[in-house]
Every structure is written in C-alpha cells, then in structure tokens.
C-alpha cells in the first residue's frame, strides 16, 4: 500500500518561507519520480515542481528561483522549501508519484500566504 504524508504547511506572511515534507512508504522510492502540485480554490491541480531518481529538477515557471525540491533516498522523504512566498503561492499542497498504471497523491497540505 503506498502512501503519501505531507506536512509543514501553514499561515505565512508574504516573502516569508515554509518548508513542506512528504514521507513515502514506497519501497520503490530511491527509483520513482516524486513531485509537488497545488490546488488554489476555483483552479485546476498544477505541477509545482517535480525530481527524479537521478536528482534531476524540474519546476513551474512560476516558483523558479523561489522553490527548491530535495530528496533523501535513505528517509523516503521529499522536501519542498518555499522562499519569497507570494499571496498567489496560496493553495493546498499535495505530494505526488506514479507507476505506470497508478497516481498516488497525498492528503495535501495547506499553505495560506497573507499580504
């Protein structure tokens, strides 16, 4: 059974930062892709930022050079540091890895940035 924990989200004032975890219990973690998404109220889920096996980064055009993700294999952790957090980084947090046939999401986390 795979499951995802999220937590560290919180109330931060804007250009403040938060650093968000998700524990695993995969034991395929060292080799699955591990990803963070939000979801603002009224939008679609979006793809924050994302890290393979290899350590390989990818984020939203909207968190570059503001978000870091991180991993560690040994603790099948994944780690999201949010940094000048804007009003618009308001949303729920949610952990995220697949397999071919199956997405696995977290229960999410929220994360409120007030101006």
């Known amino acids: 059974q795979v499951q995802l924990v999220e937590s560290g989200g919180g109330l931060v004032q804007a250009g403040g930062s938060l650093k968000l975890s998700c524990a695993a219990s995969?034991?395929?973690?060292?080799?699955?892709?591990m990803g963070w998404y939000r979801q603002a109220p009224g939008k679609q889920r979006e793809l924050v930022a994302r890290?393979?096996?290899?350590?390989?980064?990818y984020y939203a055009d909207s968190v570059k050079g503001r978000f870091t993700i991180s991993r560690d294999n040994a603790k099948n952790t994944v780690w999201l540091q949010m940094g000048s957090l804007k009003p618009e980084d308001t949303a729920v947090y949610f952990c995220?890895?697949?397999?071919?046939?199956?997405?696995?999401w977290g229960q999410g986390t929220q994360v409120t940035v007030s101006s």
């Open positions: 890290i393979t096996s290899g350590g390989n980064t």
């Open positions: 995969i034991s395929t973690f060292s080799i699955n892709t």
């Open positions: 995220n890895t697949y397999f071919p046939l199956k997405t696995y």
